[in-house]
């Protein structure tokens, strides 16, 4: 769900951990998806266990030797996930109040990553996809935000399998343009 830039992403080693991370996205979106009656607590608990193996994950390419163009990006992104990730694993009452709001704020830094991403890659041959993904990540995160104002759990519940889906399949997707080429 990063901002996927293709020539600025770089290659390293690690790109099979990043395309595992994205796998075991889409996998727990399909599985909330299909079973929702599961509740708050437990995708909570799975989202914020996820978040802190991404934000490990994005420590780890970005302190690679051959880190990417833009570590500093991967490092933020990193850091704020682990930090919602722990809030979220920490107490289930407290993620289950919080959930969306969290989800909002990772969505909408995301979607402003997205857009400056695609802001200094103009002269890449793809770079608008930067920019309607940061519009559909913001969207995401400003549902997120009216779904918890609102408190309505199904919606939370919905966005949750598609944010797990599409931000599985981005990673995923981002994983193979790191794989070093010989």
């Known amino acids: 769900m990063k901002s996927v830039n293709f020539e600025k992403i770089g290659q390293t080693r690690w790109w099979w951990a990043v395309l595992a991370v994205g796998i075991m996205l889409v996998i727990a979106g399909f599985a909330y998806w299909f079973w929702p009656e599961m509740g708050f607590a437990v995708a909570s608990q799975i989202f914020g266990w996820l978040l802190i193996l991404a934000g490990i994950v994005q420590l780890c390419v970005a302190a690679g030797p051959n880190h990417p163009k833009g570590w500093g990006w ?52 793809y770079w608008w996809l930067g920019i309607i993904n940061g519009i559909l990540l ?45």
């Open 138 to 182: 913001c969207l995401i995160g400003f549902f997120f935000l009216e779904a918890g104002w609102v408190s309505d759990m199904m919606m939370v519940s919905f966005l949750t399998s598609i944010a797990f889906i599409y931000w599985g399949c981005t990673i995923a997707l981002a994983s193979y343009e790191m794989k070093p080429r010989k």
């Open 74 to 125: 991967w490092i933020t992104g990193g850091v704020i996930d682990m930090f919602i990730g722990f809030m979220l694993v920490r107490s289930i009452i407290l993620s289950e109040m919080v959930l969306p709001y969290f989800l909002a704020i990772i969505f909408i830094f995301w979607g402003l990553e997205a857009f400056v991403s695609a802001g200094r890659g103009q002269r890449a041959r």
